[in-house]
């Protein structure tokens, strides 16, 4: 058990879109999004407890998903819950590019831009705020800030389109310093 901004905290889940699903004394809470600060989640969260949800009176104390997805939620009052997540989560939560803004003279042998937390079967276009494509990547490895001719970028503002196999789509922006 871990004191936070939340209360008490007895367990910690991640979902596939990448919500945090925290179980604390006082119910579940779902910060939604990417970030690892209290401040990154101060909009962007759910509370669930007995006033809102099937849940007891009781502190969460036990998170697990199953293999279709459902959250099960385990009580200090003894109780057992199952949660089925539905399938249409908004697609901003399956998205997130670091470092961003890319500042090519310190991330050159760095790793690349990185876009992480995709369904499978996604794809991520780049194109310049005229719409101009610039490249077309598969989230599996990183960008570095090139061309489909292999020509470095241009300092500036980009932006991605990412899309998946199930329509889901997202549209971000990105910044590279030359």
């Known amino acids: 058990m871990v004191n936070t901004a939340l209360g008490d905290v007895w367990d910690v889940e991640v979902d596939r879109f990448g919500n945090k699903w925290v179980g604390t004394a ?7 999004g990417y970030g690892n600060q209290w401040s990154d989640f101060s909009e962007s969260f759910e509370k669930y407890d007995a ?11 036990a998170l697990s998903f199953d293999a279709d997805g459902a959250l099960w939620i385990g009580t200090g009052g003894g109780g057992i819950f199952k949660l089925s997540l539905s399938q249409e989560q908004p697609v901003k939560q399956w998205v997130d590019v670091f470092p961003n803004p890319y500042y090519s003279w310190e991330d050159k042998d760095a790793e690349g831009i990185r876009f992480v937390g995709f369904m499978p079967g996604s794809m991520v276009s780049i194109f310049t705020v005229a719409g101009d494509m610039v490249a077309e990547i598969e989230p599996t490895g990183p960008w ?6 292999g020509e470095e970028v241009v300092s500036g503002v980009y932006v991605y389109h990412a899309y998946a196999e199930d329509g889901h789509e997202f549209v971000g922006k990105l910044v590279i310093v030359r």
């Open 144 to 149: 570095y800030g090139r061309n489909m001719d």
């Open 26 to 32: 006082e119910g579940l809470y779902v910060l939604k």
């Open 51 to 61: 006033s809102n949800s099937p849940l007891d009176d009781s502190p969460v104390k």
